[in-house]
C-alpha cells in the first residue's frame, strides 16, 4: 500500500511539513510506502472552469505545465492521501486552494483517482483559524466520498517557527491517532475492495432553469 501526502505550505519543511510526517511515522510502522509532494512553492493555477476534464478524463487540459498532472498520476496509484496546509487567513493556503480545486473536481469525473480511498486531513496554524482550515479541507474528501481517518480531536496542530510544532504535545498525539487510524481503514480497504459500490453518475440539478 501507498500513501501520498500533500504538503500546501510554502516552506518545505515548517511546521505543515512536520505535521504530515507525525501521520506518516505511524504509516510507515506498519510498512506502509509514503511520499510527500511539496507543492506550496509552485504556480498552480486555479481552475478556470473550461470543462475539458470531463470530455476526456483523468487530468486538467487546461494547465498541463504546472505540476497537477503529475501529481495526479502518482495519486492514482496510491491508496490514499493526506492533505496538509498552512493557515492563511483562516483557511487553506492559496496555492492548496487552486491544487484541491483542480484535483477533486478531475477525481469527481473517474473513480481510478480519489473515489473511495482512505484520506486524511492536517492543519498547522500559529494560533486561531485553524478549524475553518481543517473543515475546508474535509469538504474535499467527502466529495469524493472517500474513507476519511479521525482522530481524538481536530486535526489542528499548533506552532509559529519551523518545528515548533514539536512542543505541542496534545497536537503530535492528534497526529499519532490520526495516523494509527489511517491505517485501520487502509487494511479495511484492502479486504473490502471487491465490494465497494461503484461510482454513482452525479445528478446535476440547476436552480435556475
Partial sequence: MKVIAINGSPHKK?????????VIEELEKE?????????????IRGCIGCGKCREEVGMCH?????????????IKEADGIILGSPVHFSNI???????CDRLFYIAASTDD??????GAAVVAVRRSGGIPAWDTLHKYLQYLQMLIATTNYWGVIHGLTPGEVLQDDEGKQIMSEMGKDMVWKLKMREQSLKEAPPMAEKVRTNFIR
Fill in 62 to 74: 487546461a494547465f498541463k505545465d504546472d505540476g497537477l498532472n503529475d501529481a495526479i498520476e502518482k
Fill in 31 to 43: 510498512g506502509i510506502e509514503t511520499e510527500i509532494l511539496d507543492i506550496g512553492n509552485k504556480p
Fill in 113 to 118: 483517482i480519489l473515489y473511495h480511498k482512505v
Fill in 93 to 99: 493556503s492559496g496555492v492548496m486552494k487552486c491544487f
Fill in 14 to 22: 515548517g511546521n505543515t511539513y512536520h505535521a504530515l510526517c507525525m
